[in-house]
Every structure is written in structure tokens, then in C-alpha cells.
């Protein structure tokens, strides 16, 4: 009897042991950085801190910047950024960009003949609906009844109703990307509960007139044009959307709505905003205060940082000769990112650059330190040796009169020669030479003998290019001689003291000058500005039109124009116009990760849109007005009127053009050729469009991209569009 | 008494639930059994004696000894003896013990009673299985077990590489490098993305598969040389008891005690080794890549500029002969009347690869005490080890392979530490150009400390009233620490920034804590006049680890200083039970059943049921003098499968985002919180099982052998990255559970003993396995390509095996190259094989051949007189692998690829290959890796006694030879992808034991 309660005994602790640690299985996360849904809503900021990453799904591409806990899975992190893989589609499609890496599939995109299993079109296709996911998720944890439970303040609840317009925003924005790109697309809303179900698909014409309505309502409860904080959507915003929803309704739903676009883009010209005097600001490390851009997505060096973004669109196009660190302020490129001929083509002479600095050779050098430094000795001011006959050369500018200097082998006062008994010969540690009168001046020092010369030396630029001559001056800024000059066709060159005795030319067009040699011929006229940088040997300079497109920024050292070979960077020019430098010269925080933000929508694209709608039939405005807006960006671009067009000469397809030059690698340019019918057809051929060198058309059907094969797999309801 | 222990039970559930404190909870049940004993301590009168064999006169160890009628017990000692006091009124001693004739005796007025028994049975070979043991002729499921003396010879660290090449359908495959980890598989793998790592369990201990961060292998801190056994169990029927982690099989690891009967005995081994790398990658020389620059680029081109005056090979620079010693110690033996073992072990081995270092100091202590007239037994055991690696940056391998030869290790560059880099004319570092090779082994300095101790103890108690019933408490620790820095100087070129000065100043720890309490209770009877033996029990598991780490550059600049802090813990709970019965001597029955709980997932997905049910037929069973043994074996089951990585997969979770991924508001940036996505219904992933197997045994056991088939069919199969239909979830990938998998094979092994006279003798085995796995469902249709995986070197995002179903897992997925008519592969050109055409990613075609179809292995052990000569081999058959080595850098182009000079594969040049993409996806590139490998020879010889110690030495060749067609190093690589693996080297070693 004893041993059957012992065992009974036994089995009953067994069991009640057991489920007293069933509860040991509701485990929560013991790290504070993961937190349930509960426990995070009740901290402060929690609501901000949800709607800061909803727009930073624009930017970053995980919880970790630059990568790590990223917020897309089935591609590599850096791949999954918004603006990257939204750039592929708009750009790498397109006649303004190709690429040359080998990863995956990125050559389909500008081959144009990517399928449906693509696996960057399935990134960009996730990463907008993740983006409308989030929005979802937030309008759901901020519904009446959510804040209820939590018994949210009213003075919180305020600032959520703000937050939920901006979220609401963000949906459209997203849903209008899925429009632009896919068309009839799967459709959730906060409605939607998070698992698993396959989302109902949704027709073009409807998801336009969500997307629509939603701008519609949330228009005049936003906050008002120009008065949120920066990065964060307002009024203006809303405008933009909705202009570029209307200027596109055509290939969306079949419907004219350009009086729409128009309407809205003149409550954008309206609203305030001005256009950013010098355009290449735009798109600088500080170009986050500026009263031109509408709505940007935000970078930062330290903040903000990710493999996509403004990172890739810098770094990816720089490469072979294009020095990055000095030029665009990052520490080096990826070697991947061009543009074809074609887009060149459009800006005419490039930059306006007629004859550009010629890299400079190092030479071995002595050093001129000396009084007319002030206190930082630089190492810029030196005297070269070029051919190794222990000559040293250079010219030297000095303000002051009575300035000195001694010629020393390091960049330093001691030790140095100098001379102390004037008998133009140096001796170690003498004292420091002295220039009586101000001015410029040829040093030459020979070390083989130690005796030196200098000389005062005025230029001046002559020859049959030019009517007179014209003399240079000094520019302390730059540290060279420039001067401003109208160019004929001709030889132009450049003499000391006006005498035929010294000059300097450069009869092989190598962009380094020659002394005593032929002279430079010039091909074309019209006002030059013409720099001379004698600081060492080589002798350089440059020679750059005044009345040229600024837009046109290009890398093209070491480039060739034509691309033969995708995969060699250095075939096709570099695009040069993003860099992580400010607009006064200082390096972004991070020569990693740019500070640069990118303009997603700026004033410019609304002048344009207006005038674009006019010239396609919108009432409200004339062609005069379309003229007006157009020649706004042109008159920009070239600091002068002298480009601007009038009502004879403006056509649709100078809107075109206008806008490739305005806004390149703005991530608009499918979206356009698409709208103009040049993106497929062959009424415009590129160079590789199509996947050969010469260009040629492709199927219709690629104004649309596949809907990923992925999710026709998972999602029944989905169905494929025409053509894949 | 009984209400006392009520009352205590119910003082410890007052208290507070907290995490330690749910732990001593569960020592009630320890309590409970201390509490039961003094029961048999009311008595009146003592008995004494001795029993031994009939036969032989030998004590017996281990009789049970019982006052009939009574709760009063005993067990005898190592000398056969007990004592045994008997309450009044009781006159009758009951002996059983397996095997023998049970005995009665009555008491009288005797104190001494010697008791001689007889055999029943001969006594059978007992195998250990999931708590508890079967007789070997009565197992059901498909197990085998290795003992010290078969397993693997040589320098071996790490435990599974004892088993390699020793079981018929698990396959073990070796990293290279010094303390390196080892890969098993058993019977193939039967999930996509969960693990695929069977479940191990040391003296009873489950252990965690969770690796811990700067450890190389998880079983490191066992030391081999204190092994006794290993076990694999392969089928359900065999692993359905270790349900929640078992399907991918189980091994049991069983390490030597002491016995008090072999007297004090103190042993030592030493081993000394040296290493040597086998094979180069093909890469060209200095010289011939000076001509092949000169050929292809003029006269002043920049191309040629950029070449050096030096011949270096930097595959030899990167290389060492790697030198180790490995000692051991053991005093084993009885300390009082406790039989005990202590152990002491010192590993020192170097990599092949420069800097490469391994360092451990191991000890173990194993206690088997037993009390109360052996009735309850304990066994303690505490294994520490202590271990310290300096990690070289395998980074040098590819680097070395691919560097340019006519570049010097060294260069008069003070800024960069003197060594050789890249640079532009301004004399800074060249964007993305290759690290020198020499530089990342010099300059890297990456260290790690592990400590890991754990500590088992089980308490088996024979209940004295009831001698079939036993009852076991097994506790288990589970404890490791570890901490490691990796620091790169600011002169290093390869981690050169120009804003912070560069450098690398990182450190990091982590500890992990499993705990484990297990209790089981386990009755043994005869039941219609057979055996029969129930078992039932409970298991409770708690993991948790922490860890931190901080990086940042060396100067600590703002903005590049970062710290992260994360905790996780896991909790699995499990009832299980077993009953085994043998009907008739005949048929021998197993069915077992197991609950399982785990916190992974939500509370109604969390519990698993697993059956199992097996049973063999003992057709022939030692009744003849040629036929010993036939037996049918048939087997089914359920296992589960849930360790898929995350912890809290079903929760809503937010996450905050790190400084470096704040978003501007205004002038301010705002710290992100992200909601995660997540699967509400994740569930078990739950593999059946059917095993059949003959085993047979003839010739006085002299060759024995066995043949098996089994299939298994995975369902729910637990993938990690699942893509979701978009907008369905809060992201496109989350961790669910998709389609199913088949994997079916067939397994023989023989073990014979073809001569066994005086002077010689000679063991042979002899092992083989076909293995095929088949994709059965996946989430998408079938007329999408399927899921892509391998990712490989060249390019972003480029994978080249494909999940399909109807295929193989990981097919390769590729082009199929054309040939001219003399057969030279024609660069670049790709079979349309739809006719379309064009030649695109429909195209491609899938080659089943990441795994070998065939496995065989090999054992000699031959002895004449004072020698022995052991070797043992393995072969792998019909599978191949993705050659990435040639195809990452085996084209022309790559000579000047991104503004500096790379060395290429000769395969570039014998291919005519110009550019990377005429050859990533050819399938010119996956190769036949069908290899035989012999993994060891070893030649002893035994001096016996010397000056009254036992000698014995010996020397082994380790990874003595490869016979294969495969070009690359080695063709033995996990998972079918090479990419500058890890050189296995030939490793020479010269041991020698002594016992004192």
C-alpha cells in the first residue's frame, strides 16, 4: 500500500513540477533596444520615433546604418535602399546612366530585357510596399481606439492626427511609385492586419484615384505650405504629388489631367519657394537649407548612413582619373556609374570647359617658404625641377612689397638658404631673399652651382584670337593668373612684360604650356575666362566659356566619350553634379557616407511641369507663361538670358531636353521618355539601349515593369502585366 | 513526513517566480527522492556476503539484493559484497541480476550468505540510447556507437573528428584550420534553412548548437582523449525521444570513468605534429605574368608601370608548417571507496595559415559514488576548459591568391608599416584595390579568451521496496565565456580613412548559461513472462546568452564609435515516456512518446508531439555455431525541429535603430523605431521517418554486418527567409514554415575480423550510404525557378544553387557551355536549351550534384605481435563543386581590373576567358569532386613493460593522400561552393603513451 502512494505521489509531483514552468515559456525580449508594441507606446517620443522611420525608409536600409538588421530580406542590404533601386529603374533604364558591374541582373536595366525574376525590380517592388506597410502599421497603432487603450493625452493625440497626414502622404507617394513602375499592384491599407493573406490587386485607374483622393483630403490638413520641419512633407509636398500624378495621368489611366497639373504647380510656384541661385548648391553636402526644395530625403555623414542613397550615387560614379577625395569629398569611388554620349550631347560644349587643367605630374621641388606666407607655411608655393637638370622653376605672387623668402628643402624656415652677401649666389642658412616691389615674379634657382634669378614677370594674352591684348591679373582666391577675354577663331598665347622674348603656349593642345613654342589654335569664339596656374611646373591652365549650361558637370579625365564596353568605367563621362563637398569648399563630416540630401522634389520641376501642361492643352495658362517658366530654369543655368527661348522656338520636345539637363540623376528620366514616347520606341535611340552599342527599340510593353515572380507565386490574386 | 515535504513544497511555490529561483524549483524533486531514502533505514538485523559467477568464481558487480516482501534493498560493491540490515519478521533475500538466474535465500540464523549465481543468458552488450541503456540484440532503431579504440587516429582536436568515415550515412566534414569546427551531417539534411547540426548530447547534457562569438568549434571544451564513446542515433525511433531537437539526428557522447576495480591507474599521451599545406591554387608566376602584362598592353602603357621588380609567391608567404603538441593526463582508479577519473589535456597547434593559432587547457572530473548499498548512485562530472586563438585573417587567402606576383611583401612605406600597397601618384591607398596578403596576417591582431565549464550530475536511485523501479535527477550547467579584441593599427593600409586615421579597436564578450533538469522514472518488470520496462519523464531547458561588443576605429572619432548589448533566452520544456517490451524473446517492441514545449513559438504553437514506434524481429539469436544473429528492424517516427535561429519569431516587436541610422527632423535627428515583421503561426517543422534494417552476424561474431533503408518526409519545413506576399506582413521576408522535403538512402556496413590468431590479427570494416533529398513543396508555384541560394564571389547578390522543387536542395543553376569540335570550351557561349532564341536565365538548367550520391568509408586495424598498423579512408561520389576560385579570378580582364594589376587563374588563359561574365555561370565550371582520401595511417608499436610502465608509440600521417580528378586544392568542400577554403593540411604525428 505504502510503495503504490509513494509512486502515486511520485507521478502527481511529476506533473504539478511540470506545469508550474509552463509559464517560463512566455518569454519577451530581454534587450532593451526590442521592445513589444505595449511596453514601446507608452515611452515618450514613441509615435515621432515610428514616423521618423517612415521617412527614413526613403533613406537608410536598416536599423543599423550603414547596414546591419536591415529591414528587407533575399538581397544584399546595401541593394535594398529606396532611392537606389528606384534610381536603377529611372536611371540605369534610360540614356542617362549605364553601369558596369557585374552584380546579378543590374545589366537588364539599361540592355532592357529584364524578366520578371529579376531580383532588383522584386527589391524596389518590396522596399515601396514595405514603405506602405510601415505607414499601414502606423495609422493602425494610432487609431482612436489604440490611443484609447493607452489612455494617450489630447495634447499627444494633436500631434499624432499631424503625423498621421504626413504618414498618410507617405503612402501616396509609395503607391504612386508603385503606379509609375507596376500599375496594377497588390492594395492594403491600415485596414489590413498583419499575416499571412494575399492582398487583393488593385486596377491603375483605381489605385490612381486613391492615391488622389488621399492627396485631396489630406491637402488642406497637412501643415501648410513651407512650415514643417525640415525633411518632413507639407502642403507643398502635396502640390508636388499631385502635379506629377496629373502630368502623368495619361499613361496611368488614359485621361488628360494636365489643367490639374498645372493647377497645382502654380500653387507650388505660388508657394513661396524661390530657385537656388547657383544650381550645382543643390546638390552639396550642406544643400539642406535651401528655399527650392520642396521635399528631399536626408543624408548624413554621421546620422544617416547607407550603402543606397546619395552614397551610391556619388561613389558609384567615380573612378580611374576622376580624383574623388579632392572633387567630390568622399574617399573613393566604385567604379560604376556613367552617362552615354547622347546626354552629353544635349549641353553642348560640356561645362563650357574649352581647354581644361592638365593633371599635374610631381616633380622633385624645393620649397619657398617665407614672410608673405603669414604663419601657415603651404607647401603649394614650391620650385620644380622637371627635366632633372637641377634647375629649379616657378613663379611666385607677392602682395606685399618688401616680402622674403628663403629656398629651403622642406617646407620650412630652417634650415634654408638665403643669401646674405648679394652676390646672387646662396649660401646655407643666409638670409632670406627679398622682393622690393609687389608683384609677380619667376624664381629659378640652380643647384648646381647655387645661384638664382628672379624676375618679375607680367602676362598677358595675345595672338590673332583675340582684338587686343589682354593682360592678366592675379586671383588670391584661386592662387592663378586669370583674365576675361571675347576668343575668335585663331592662335592665342600668353607673353611676359609684353615682349616677344618670354612667352608661353601650347601648340599640341595638351592643356600643358610650352615656353618659346608654337602657339594654341582656337577653334570657335565667344567670351572665355582664361586661368594660368604657374605655381609649379607643369605650367597648366585653362580655358572656359562664360555663356555655357552650369548643369553640365562632367568628369572626363581619362574618360572617352563613346562607350564600347559597359563593363569599362572608363568608357563614358562621369556625372559629377552630387558631392560631399559644401557649397564652400569643406569636406562632408564623412568622406564615407555623403551628408548630400537628395532633392526629391524641387521648384524647378514645377516651372517645368507648368509649362510642359500648357504646351499640352491645359487651360489657365498661355504660352507666353509657358515661356516665362521655361526660360526661369534657363536663365539659371546659363547666369544670363542669352539661351533663352522664346514662343516660336519652345516645343514639347525642348521641355524634354531641358529636363534631362535640369534634372540628371534626379531619378525622373523614365518617367519622362516614357511620357514623350521615347523610352521604348525608336524615335530616340541611346547607345546600348536595347543591349546594342548603336541603340535600338524594344518592346512597348517595358513601359511597365513586371510584377516580381515572387509574389505572382505567392499572391494568387496578382496577375502579370502585358508582355512578361 | 509526508505532510512535511507537502509543506515544504508549498514554502518554495510562495516565493516569487524569478528566473534562478524557478531553477531551485525544480530541486524539489530532488528533495523529494533524498526524502524517500531513510524509509529503508528501519531495521533490526544485518547480513553480509559475497556473490559471484558460478562459472567463473568472479565477484558480480551490481546485484540487487532485496529483503523480500520489503522496501529494504541493496546493491553489491565492486567486490561483490553487500550488507544488508533486515527488519524483524523478514527471512528471505532476493538476488537478481540481469542475465543470471534470479536466487532466493532464506536468512535463518545465518549473517553471512555467499550466493554463487549462473548465467541465464550470456551477458548482451548494452548500448546507451535517450536515459537509459537497451541490450545491443534488442536495439530496434538505427544507432551505432564508436569506442575509443575505433575512433579516428592522429592529431585530432576536436571530437567529431573521431567519427569520420565510421557510420554509414553521416558524413563529417573537417575546417583546415587549428581548433577549426566540423560540419556532420546524418543522412543528408532534412531542412532548408533550420539547422541541419544533429543534436549532441554529453553525459546526458543536451547541449546548445548556438556557437559563441570568437569560439572555433562548439565542442571544443571536451577534450577526445577523455572519450569513452560516441553514439549516432539516425532514425525516429531511435532519436523520436529527443523529439524537439532531433531531427537531424542525435550523438551521444559518452566520456570514461573510473573503476574502482582496475585499481589506480595513470595514464599520459603526448603528441607532437607538424603540418604542411598540400596544393597551391594555379595561379600564374611572377614571370610569366610579367609576359602576359608586356603582351597585352603596349609600349608606355600605364599597365606596365604599375608592375614591380619582385617574384613573390604569395601563396607561400601566406603558409607555414604548422607545428602542435597535444599532452594528456589521466589518474583513474578509486579515491576511498568513490571510483573517479581526473583528467588533465594541453593543445597548442598553429594554422597552416600564418598567425593562426590554437591554445587549450582542458581538465575534466568524472565522480561515480554510489551510497546506500549502491542504491543510489551518483554521477558528477565537471569538465573546464580554457581556450585562447588568435584568429588569422582568412582574408589573406584570396588576397594571396589573386595578388600581383611582381610586387615585393615589403616597401619602404613608413606610413603603411612598411608593407606593400597600392597607391595613386598622390601616394594615397587606390579605392578598392587588394589588401596585401602578408599585411592583413601582420597587422591584424584579433585575439579571443574562452572559458567554458560544464557541470552534470545525475542521482539514480533504485527504489530498495521495488527493485524495478529507478528513478533518475540529472542536472546539467552548461557555462562559457568569452572575450576577444581585434585591433588594426592606424599604419595598416587596408583599414586606411583618411577622416579618422583609420585603424580598428574593437572588442567583444558574450556569455552564455543553459541549465538543464531532467527527471525520469523507470520501472522494469516481467509482464506476461517477458520483459517489460516503462519509463516516463520530464525535461525542462533554459538558454540564455548575452553579449556586447564595441567598435571603433583607433583615435574612437565621433560617429564611428559603436557599442552594441543584446540578451536572448530560450525555454523548452518536454514530457516524454517509453515502453519497451520483448514479446517471446523473439520480437522486441519500442514505442515511444514525447511532448514538447518551446517558448519560440506562440503559446497554442508551442507544444509537439512525437511518437515513434519500432521493433525488431530476432530471427536468429546465437543458436548457432555460424549463424549468430538475424535481425529485422522496422521503425517509425516523428521529430521536430525549431531552432531556426531567432527567439521571440511570433512576437510584434519595435526595434530601435543604432546613431548611425537616425532620420533629420529639422535640425535634429530622431532614433528610429521600426516595426519588425513577424509569424504569429510559426510552428514545429516535423520530419517522419520509416527505417528498415537487417543486421546479421555470423561466424561467431567474426563478421557481422548491416543494411538499411529509410526515407524521410519533412514537412513545414522551417525557412528563415520566406518572401511573404508583399504587403502582407511589416516586411517581404520573415521566418515561416514552407514546403516539404523527402530525402530517402540506403546504408551498409561490415564489420568483420578476417584472422585473429596470437601474433595477428586484422580488423575490417567497411561502410557505404546513398543519400538523395528531394524538394516536395515550396511555397512558390511550380513554374517559378525557385528560390535562389549559394551566394558566390564576383559580383553582388550573385548566387548559383537554386532550392527547386522536384530537385535536389542547393542544384547548382547554370549555363550549359558550348565546345568547339576539338572540344575547347568556346568563351562566353551558352546553350539556348529552350530554342528561344536567346540565352537567358531560362536557360539555365539545374545539376542535382552539391552532395555526393555515395559515401564509403574504410577501416584497417592490423596487429602483428608488438606493431600495429591502422589506416582508414573515405571516399565521396558523384557529387561536384562550383569551382569559384577559377571563376572569381580566372579572366583576362581582371589583369588591370579597377586601376591596379590582380593575378589570374591559369584557367583564364587555358579557357581563353576574357571577361568574369563568360564564365560565373558556365557549367564548364562545376566540376567533379568525386574524391577517396585517406585520412589517416598510423603505424604503432608496443614496448609493454619497461622499467614497470607500458609503452606504446606511434607515428600517423593525417590526410595522407586525395585521389580526384578536382583541379582546385581540395575536393572535399561543405555545401559544393570552393572559395578560398581553409587548406586542409597533410599533418605528420608522432605520439607516444605511457601507463604507470
Known sequence: MKNIISKILLLGLLFTTANSCFKDLDTVPLDEDILTSEVFFAKDGAYRSVLAKIYAGLATTGQEGPAGQGDLGGIDEGFSSYLRQYWYQQELTTDEAVVGWADATIKDFHDMDWTPADVFINAFYNRVFYQIGICNEFLRQTSDEALDRRGTSEALRKEIKEYQYEARFMRALSYWHALDEFRNVPFITEQDAVGAFNPKRIEAKDLFKYIESELLDIEDKIAPVRTNEYARADQGAVWMLLAKLYLNAKQYIGEDKYTECLTYSKKIINGGYTLEPEFAHLFLADNDHNDEVIFPIAFDGLNTQTWGGTTFIIRAGLGGNLNPLEGSGVKNGWQGTRTTRQIVEKFGEIGGVIIDFHQRTSYPQVYIPGSYMGDTISTDFALTDSDKDKIYKGYQYFKEDNSSFVIAPYPSLNPAYGDSDGDGKLEFGGDPLVIEKAGFYYIEFNNNDKTYKIEKRDWTATGSALSEDVPFVYDEDLNMLKASANLNEGELYFKANNSEQITLSDGNADGILEENGNHLTIAQSGPVEIFLDLRKEDFIYKIASTSYDRRGIFGTNGQSLDINDISDFNQGYAVLKFKNITSTGEKGSNSEFPDTDFPLFRLADAYLMASEAILRGASGGTKADAVNYFNKIRSRAYQSNLANLDENTLNLQEILDERAREFMWEAQRRTDLIRFGQFTTDKYLWQWKGGVKEGQAVENYRRVFPIPAKDINNNPNLVQNEGY | MIFFYFYILFQIKQQKSTMKRRFTNHLKVFYFILFLIPISLISQKTVTGIVTDKNTKEPLIGVYVVVKDTLVGGITDFDGSYKITVPKGYNTLKFTFVGYQPIEKEINSNSVINIEMSEGQLLDEVVVIGYGTVKRKDVTGSLKSVSAKDFNKGAVTAPQQLLAGKIPGVSITTDGSPGGGSAIRIRGESSLSATNDPLIVVDGIPLDNTGINGGRNNLNFINPADIETMTVLKDASATAIYGNRASAGVILITTKKGKLSDGLKVAYGAKFSVGKITKEVDVLKADEFRDLVNSRFEEGAKQRDWMGDASTDWQKEIYQNAYGQDHNLSISGGFGSIPFRASMGYTNNNGVLKTDKFNRLSGSIN??????????????????????????????????????????????????????????????????????????????????????????????????????????????????????????????????????????????????????????????????????????????????????????????????????????????????????????????????????????????????????????????????????????????????????????????????STNTARYQFGDEFITTFRPNGYDSKIKWETTKTYNVGLDISIIQNRLSGSIEAYKKDTKDLLNYEVQVPVGSNLTNIVATNIGSMTTKGLEFSINSTPVNTQNFSWDFSFNTSLNRNEITKLNSDESSLGEHVGGISGGVGNTIQIHTVGYEPKSFFVYEQKYDSAGKLIPGEFVDRNGDGQVNELDKYRRETSSPRIILGITNNLTYKKFSLSFAGRAHLGNEVYNNVETDIGFLKRIDNLGVLNNIHRAAIDNNIEEQDQATYSDAYVQDASFFKLDHITLGYNFGKLIGKSFRIYTTVQNAFVITKYKGIDPEVFGGIDNNLYPRPRTFVFGLNVDF
Open chain 2, 367 to 656: 565522480l561515480t559514488p554510489g551510497f546506500i548499498n549502491n542504491t543510489l548512485q551518483l554521477k558528477l562530472g565537471l569538465k573546464v576548459s580554457k581556450s585562447k586563438n588568435h584568429f588569422a585573417d582568412k582574408g589573406a587567402i584570396g588576397s594571396a591568391v589573386g595578388f600581383d606576383p611582381t610586387q615585393s611583401i615589403h616597401s619602404d612605406n613608413e606610413k603603411f608599416g612598411g608593407y606593400f600597397a597600392w597607391l595613386d601618384e598622390n601616394g594615397s591607398i587606390i579605392g578598392l584595390s587588394p589588401a596585401n596578403p602578408l599585411a592583413l596576417l601582420d597587422q591584424k591582431e584579433d585575439n579571443s579568451n574562452l572559458t567554458r565549464y560544464a557541470l552534470n550530475a545525475s542521482i539514480d536511485y533504485r527504489f530498495p521496496f521495488l527493485t524495478a523501479l529507478r528513478a533518475n535527477l540529472n542536472l546539467g550547467l552548461d557555462n562559457s565565456n568569452s572575450n576577444g579584441t581585434v585591433f588594426i593599427d592606424t599604419t595598416a593600409a587596408f583599414a586606411y580613412n583618411e577622416d579618422t586615421g583609420g585603424g580598428v579597436d574593437n572588442d567583444y564578450k558574450q556569455s552564455l548559461k543553459n541549465k538543464l533538469l531532467e527527471f525520469y522514472l523507470n520501472y522494469k518488470e516481467k509482464l506476461f513472462g517477458n520483459d517489460f520496462d516503462i519509463m516516463m519523464g520530464y525535461s525542462w531547458q533554459h538558454f540564455y546568452q548575452n553579449s556586447e561588443s564595441h567598435r571603433s576605429d583607433i583615435r574612437k572619432t565621433e560617429g564611428n564609435v559603436s557599442s552594441s548589448f543584446d540578451a536572448a533566452e530560450l525555454y523548452m520544456l518536454s514530457l516524454f515516456g517509453r515502453v519497451n517490451y520483448d514479446i517471446n524473446y523473439f520480437a522486441f517492441l519500442t514505442a515511444t512518446l514525447r511532448r514538447d514545449y518551446t517558448s519560440r513559438f506562440a503559446p497554442k504553437n508551442r507544444a509537439g508531439l512525437f511518437p515513434a514506434l519500432g521493433i525488431a524481429f530476432k530471427i536468429i539469436d546465437n543458436k548457432n555455431k555460424y549463424f549468430n544473429n538475424l535481425k529485422l528492424r522496422l521503425g517509425w517516427g516523428v521529430t521536430g525541429q525549431q531552432d531556426i535561429g531567432g527567439y521571440y519569431l511570433y512576437q510584434g516587436l519595435y526595434q530601435k
